[in-house]
């Protein structure tokens, strides 16, 4: 039975560090680009070298995006390969109207159920 070294195989499997960093950094491109720009996509950002942001992203480039600190309002360039982990949220207008909506059809409903019952 023939042996197989199993460094080789892993590194082969996973790939180089590079590949993997560019991989990632394209993921949280993506998933930037997918939240928008503006006040209401909030955004918590942690970057490899410790470093924590908060606020909402300004700006969407090409190599990295910009967050915006609501409480300094100091703006702050993120390279996407700096870039260790992303939280973010952007419920539009449309998204908390329909929440409304849902709630105030929930309470009719058992408003109209608890009338019934009577």
Known sequence: MPRINKARATSAVVG????????FAAKVKSNIQKLGQG???RVQVKLKDGTKLKGYVSQIGEDGFV?????????TEVPYSRTKQVNGNNLSNGAWIAIGVGILAAVLAIIIVAGNSD
């Open 67 to 75: 967050v915006i600190n609501d409480a300094t309002g100091t703006t």
């Open 39 to 41: 006040k209401d996509a």
């Open 16 to 23: 180089t560090k590079e590949e993997k960093d560019a991989k």
